[in-house]
């Protein structure tokens, strides 16, 4: 309940900041000192090989790149912590700065994440064939394990389903509107 009581502050205080996409700035004001990273990244093996996405980092601006067209292979054997080596191999190929998240809406998504777990997660739905998956994930810094633990928040597309936590199921519809990549 106490968590519940959060999030319906948080958004109405978001929402009376902000009453329309106006969150979205152009204009970086400042940086903020987190180790927070969020990622929407698409991917698709069927008629080719497609792996994109975008990137949000922690100055809040908004990145895409593409390794479907790089000679880059990256194996996921990290069991869900990265290293900031590995992020920056992944990332480096981001070809455009596509915007800046402004620094209100960066620390109100900061403020949720800092809340999110890895799962529970919805029962598992296919939805079609050959779509692909679109992910969208959190990466939080611990500072224990000097890595970026890699939190998924949902996943659309052949196979949809999406973590039930409340502050991760508020943050998938900002990812969307901040990236514009969705189904």
């Not at 204009?27 to 903020?32: E, L």
């Not at 991917?43 to 949000?56: D, K, L, P, S, V």
């Not at 633990?149 to 936590?165: A, M, P, V």
């Amino acid at each position: 309940m106490r968590l519940s009581n959060a999030i319906i502050f948080l958004l109405l205080s978001f929402s009376f900041n902000s009453c329309s996409d106006n969150n979205i700035s152009i204009i970086n004001s400042k940086t903020i000192d987190e180790k927070i990273i969020f990622e929407v990244e698409y991917t698709n093996w069927a008629w080719g090989y497609q792996h994109f996405g975008y990137f949000i980092d922690t100055t809040g601006d908004v990145h895409s790149y593409d390794l479907g067209t790089s000679n880059i292979t990256l194996y996921d054997t990290s069991f869900d912590y990265y290293s900031e080596e590995y992020l920056r191999a992944k990332f480096n190929h981001a070809d455009t700065l596509r915007r800046t998240v402004n620094h209100d809406s960066l620390r109100w998504s900061y403020t949720l994440a800092r809340l999110v777990l890895p799962g529970p997660y919805s029962d598992r739905t296919n939805i079609g064939a050959d779509m692909g998956s679109i992910s969208y994930y959190v990466y939080l810094y611990d500072p224990v394990v000097t890595k970026y633990h890699k939190i998924l928040l949902s996943q659309e597309g052949d196979w949809t389903f999406y973590n039930t936590q409340e502050s991760a199921m508020v943050l998938v519809p900002w990812l969307k509107r901040v990236t514009g990549l969705y189904f």
